[in-house]
């Protein structure tokens, strides 16, 4: 169970469970971290004294017992060279504070291993020339993620007062982010709030899921908007801001998202990624102090997908 760090520079952790124990140490964490790290980069933070078990430095072939605490102290990353890209950017709101945009699904927000190019944080490299650079070179202006394969709004600042602005209100819950999505089943019931925390699987550390242990608080509103008797249409509020948020929530109460390739099972309907969409984002401009609200229609597929349940 693990604690991910936002930036580099900060610390991991995690406390080995009874199914961690013989367990080698550069196996666990780089499994934890799945695709984000290869062993081998875990191997050479080991040899560098940046892991260790239960406050000491540890060898790569160290194997866990458990109850062991592992602590990664992730080194600031080397000199990456983020290159603009003049990739198509669809903009919904700009000017010299904040750029807010309607990200199309299947594009990755900011650069990582395995994908240091075509990401959002190139395209708007090129089209801003200015973006706050609070965190640093790989996510700069990035105040929010949504995932690759979510569509929608995201905002970006462009300076480091609104970077802090923007940041602030997310921390206190008080920007508005509601969110489209087509799930599993008939929800019979209107509405609803799903009130659960939710932190790393204890059998996956590649996923989620609702969990009382090393968890954080997470709330999710919804309203059935449409129903297609094995499928709903629902419109989500996020009043906390958790990593697969949406997705994990609608899991725990039985209706996963369409399409959803990690927490979902198909049953019929093909999509490419989860039907999901950031359709509204509001906050108070940094500059203005005023409230600013803005919207994005469903993607082209996702309206597919709806018109053909319909005409059944």
């Known amino acids: 169970m693990w604690e991910r760090a936002e930036h580099e520079g900060e610390v991991m952790e995690w406390t080995a469970g009874p199914e961690d124990a013989k367990t080698r140490i550069d196996k666990y964490i780089a499994e934890a971290l799945g695709d984000e790290v290869s062993r081998s980069q875990v191997q050479l933070w080991i040899s560098e004294g940046h892991v260790t078990v239960n406050g000491a430095p540890v060898k790569a072939n160290f194997k866990l017992s458990e109850g062991d605490r592992i602590s990664v102290h992730v080194p600031e990353p080397s000199a990456v060279e983020i290159a603009p890209e003049d990739i198509p950017l669809e903009v919904v709101f ?155 929530h609608m899991k725990y109460i039985g209706h996963s998202l369409v399409g959803d390739p990690v927490y979902g099972k198909s049953k019929g309907i093909k999509m490419n990624g989860q039907a999901l969409h950031a359709a509204v984002l509001g906050f108070v401009h940094p500059s203005s102090g005023e409230y600013v609200e803005f919207s994005a229609p469903l993607p082209q597929d996702m309206e597919d997908l709806l018109a053909s349940l319909r005409s059944r």
């Open 94 to 248: 700009e000017d010299r504070d904040v750029i807010v945009v309607n990200k199309p699904r299947g594009m990755v927000v900011h650069p990582a291993p395995g994908h240091l190019t075509g990401t959002l944080v190139n395209a708007l490299m090129f089209h801003c020339k200015d973006l706050s650079g609070i965190n640093g070179e790989l996510r700069p202006g990035i105040v929010h993620r949504i995932d690759k394969d979510t569509s929608g709004l995201i905002m970006a600042a462009k300076n480091d007062k609104a970077h802090a602005s923007l940041a602030a209100q997310l921390k206190d819950h008080s920007v508005t982010r509601r969110y489209i999505a087509l799930v599993q089943g008939n929800i019979s019931h209107d509405q609803g709030t799903v009130d659960a925390p939710i932190g790393r699987d204890p059998h996956d550390r590649k996923m989620f899921t609702v969990t009382d242990r090393n968890s954080k608080h997470a709330v999710t509103h919804f309203t059935v908007m449409e129903r297609f008797g094995d499928y709903s249409l629902l419109e989500l509020q996020l009043e906390t801001g958790r990593t697969h948020q949406i997705r994990v």
